[in-house]
């Protein structure tokens, strides 16, 4: 059966920690790895990693896919409030499915 | 640019009524999913469309159906409704050959 883990599940941290959150896969036929941001609505994209591209960075955020390992991490450096989400990690096989973890719920206080 | 466009937002249903879904995209994408979205469990796959005229079940199919008869639309059907049904429902897109998934604005149901 395909799944996805992510953890922790929840994390509390203080303004301007960094934070890694953690994904892990079983997944036939994998294709792509992906990171969403997810605040009160629909659930904004961030990173899409592959075989090809396993390191994305956009500002303080980044994301390593480990095919060896299969997992992936994303960090998020000098956290400020306007991060806390739930961050959803997203794994795409070659028949189009995309399974998606529990998600991880960051809280960033001032 | 409108994206990916659900209706209805909210809806209340009383246990056994059924009711449709609507998902429409402007993107031309070949592909179209529906999740479901419960407290604490991510989102699980309710049935997709690699084009029109096809579908799929994913991991959560019972108690829905799906139709796929233009590229742009993609409506998920309950029929007879559960309390379990409750949930917020998300309609995504995405393009043929890669990319990541568009998400429209969600569809929360409430079945009593």
């Known amino acids: 059966e395909d799944k996805v883990v992510q953890s922790p599940l929840s994390l509390v941290v203080h303004e301007g920690d960094t934070v890694t959150l953690n994904c892990s896969y079983e997944?036939?036929?994998?294709?792509?790895l992906l990171w969403y941001k997810q605040e009160k609505k629909a659930p904004t994209f961030l990173f899409m990693l592959?075989?090809?591209?396993i390191e994305k960075k956009s500002g303080r955020l980044s994301s390593i896919l480990d095919k060896k390992e299969l997992s992936s991490i994303l960090n998020i450096t000098a956290t400020q409030t306007g991060d806390s989400a739930i961050y959803l990690c997203a794994v795409g096989n070659t028949g189009n499915q995309f399974y998606f973890g529990t998600g991880t719920s960051l809280t960033v206080i001032p | 640019n409108a994206g990916v466009t659900q209706t209805p937002k909210f809806r209340i249903l009383k246990i056994g009524q059924s009711m449709t879904l609507q998902c429409t995209q402007d993107?031309?994408?070949?592909?179209m999913y529906w999740y479901r979205q419960d407290p604490g469990m991510g989102l699980k796959l309710i049935y997709y469309s690699v084009g029109a005229g096809i579908t799929d079940k994913g991991e959560v199919p019972n108690g829905y159906n799906v139709s796929r008869s233009t590229t742009e639309d993609f409506p998920l059907r309950l029929e007879l409704a559960a309390p379990s049904q409750t949930s917020v429902y998300f309609c995504?897109?995405?393009?043929?050959?890669?990319?990541?998934?568009?998400f429209g604005e969600g569809s929360r149901l409430t079945v009593l």
């Open positions: 995504a897109s995405r393009v043929a050959g890669g990319g990541e998934l568009f």
């Open positions: 993107m031309n994408h070949n592909y």
């Open positions: 997944v036939t036929n994998f294709r792509s």
């Open positions: 592959t075989s090809s591209g």
